[in-house]
């Protein structure tokens, strides 16, 4: 009986020395994951050709009330400063912003 209680906590010891290793570098890679896009600059070659803007109301062409909040693209928490968009893909946007793919939400 002895001998099993010995073998249990030799067994316990060492997946908590395992786990406390392990934490950390998975830890990491989770913050890697969870790491926020880079915020989208209005000087990117692809902003320029949407004419992409962080103000909507600085837009020559932009429609009236549309801005990356608004739009079925943006792809940001509602209520959100600023979040991803499928057309810009790995960088996120202002969501007071606008370009010219702007399409309202269904």
């Known amino acids: 009986m002895n001998e099993k209680i010995d073998s249990q906590r030799r067994r ?28 989208l600059s209005p000087d990117d070659p692809t902003a320029k050709s949407l004419e992409y803007v962080e103000d909507a109301s600085k837009s020559k062409s932009a429609k009236k009330g549309s801005h ?31 370009c010219d793919s702007w399409t309202p939400k269904a």
Do not use: H
């Open 12 to 39: 316990l010891l060492v997946n908590a020395a395992v786990g406390a290793v392990m934490a950390p570098l998975a830890l990491s890679s989770l913050g890697v994951a969870f790491a926020a896009a880079p915020l």
């Open 68 to 98: 990356c909040g608004s739009c079925a693209l943006y792809q940001g928490a509602a209520g959100s400063t600023q979040g991803g968009c499928a057309i810009f893909a790995g960088k996120e946007v202002k969501a007071t912003g606008v």
